[in-house]
């Protein structure tokens, strides 16, 4: 049974610091490129950030380009993201993903990844 669980997010004032992270088990991670995506009422499903298999390369939204970063350790099977300078814009519920697709281009759309974590709610006041 595939799981993502994901642990972290909370309550923030506008220009501080949060940390995401999932640990995967179920599957055979290094198989797996893993991104993170959020989701605010009423909207959909947006691309944040993504990690290729090795941790080699990483893809950022422009909305989080230089503040936010994603890694992975793929010893310990866990994907973390790393929320710097945030924004009331932030808010949102956060949620890790996996896919096995391998090509970058696929990464941005959340219909390419088959597992998904619980979601995480991250709040920043003003």
């Known amino acids: 049974q595939v799981q993502l669980v994901q642990s972290g997010g909370g309550l923030a004032h506008a220009g501080d610091s949060l940390e995401l992270s999932c640990s995967v088990s179920g599957l055979t991670f290094i198989n797996f490129a893993m991104a993170w995506f959020r989701q605010s009422p009423g909207a959909e499903r947006q691309f944040v950030a993504a990690i290729n298999w090795s941790g080699t390369s990483t893809y950022y939204s422009d909305s989080v380009k230089g503040r936010f970063a994603i890694s992975r350790d793929n010893a310990k099977n866990t994907v973390t993201l790393q929320m710097n300078s945030l924004k009331p814009g932030d808010t949102a519920i956060y949620y890790c993903?996996?896919?096995?697709?391998?090509?970058?281009?696929?990464?941005?759309?959340?219909?390419?990844?088959?597992?998904w974590g619980q979601g995480t709610q991250v709040t920043v006041s003003s």
């Open positions: 993903a996996a896919t096995n697709y391998f090509e970058s281009r696929m990464f941005r759309s959340a219909d390419n990844f088959a597992h």
